[in-house]
T-cell receptor, first 111, second 112 residues
Framework: GESVGLHLPTLSVQEGDNSIINCAYS??????FIWYKQESGKGPQFIID?????DKRQGQRVTVLLNKTVKHLSLQIAATQPGDSAVYFC??????????FGTGTSLTVIP | DAGVIQSPRHEVTEMGQEVTLRCKPI?????LFWYRQTMMRGLELLIY????????DSGMPEDRFSAKMPNASFSTLKIQPSEPRDSAVYFC??????????FGQGTRLTVV
């Protein structure tokens, strides 16, 4: 079955620095990869997605990079802010209906 | 729209009791998902519906778990009988078929 995992369970960054959160996946057939943010006590919230035929996509302060050769996905957050402190999940899907989530990386922003 | 609404937010029950979790998806969304979240296993997809019809329930752990969607605005996840290992946060999410799933606030279930 699909397997989506994260390299690091926790990450601490200084406010204003850039953050990079990594994710490894195993299903080469996935069409889309998605990043979600989960704040304490809340449900996950969509951040950005990338299609498998792309290698980079930018949003507001976030960039997702996809390296299909090594099955690696990363989320870069520019000028990290205290409000970015959360758990970040990558997810994959090849149907658009079933999403398989990794175990998450906890990001802590140090003021 | 108020978003996906789940109830209750917290549930504490004794082992062996029946537990029913409820979800109201966003109006107009025709996909509904139930997830379970634990520290050890992360977010696990339990079951999802399309137009009120269960499409894939392969993630439902055991026969003790059942889910229904009697209409487009309501779904339940039932555990009977509950066990301590069922303790987790259960999330409901809905989509219109796109990539952005909208999650509820979750129900934290504790079985003692």
């Amino acid at each position: 079955g699909e397997s989506v995992g994260l390299h690091l369970p926790t990450l601490s960054v200084q406010e204003g620095d850039n953050s990079i959160i990594n994710c490894a996946y195993s299903n080469s057939a996935s069409d889309y990869f998605i990043w979600y943010k989960q704040e304490s006590g809340k449900g996950p919230q969509f951040i950005i997605d990338i299609r498998s035929n792309m290698d980079k996509r930018q949003g507001q302060r976030v960039t997702v990079l996809l390296n299909k050769t090594v099955k690696h996905l990363s989320l870069q957050i520019a000028a990290t802010q205290p409000g970015d402190s959360a758990v970040y999940f990558c997810a994959e899907t090849n149907t658009g209906n079933q999403f398989y989530f990794g175990t998450g990386t906890s990001l802590t922003v140090i003021p | 729209d108020a978003g996906v609404i789940q109830s209750p937010r917290h549930e504490v029950t004794e082992m062996g009791q029946e537990v029913t979790l409820r979800c109201k998806p966003i109006s107009g969304h025709d996909y509904l998902f139930w997830y379970r979240q634990t520290m050890m296993r992360g977010l696990e997809l339990l079951i999802y519906f399309n137009n009120n019809v269960p499409i894939d329930d392969s993630g439902m752990p055991e026969d003790r778990f059942s889910a229904k969607m009697p209409n487009a605005s309501f779904s339940t996840l039932k555990i009977q009988p509950s066990e301590p290992r069922d303790s987790a946060v259960y999330f409901c999410a809905s989509t219109w078929g796109g990539l952005e799933a909208f999650f509820g606030q979750g129900t934290r279930l504790t079985v003692v």
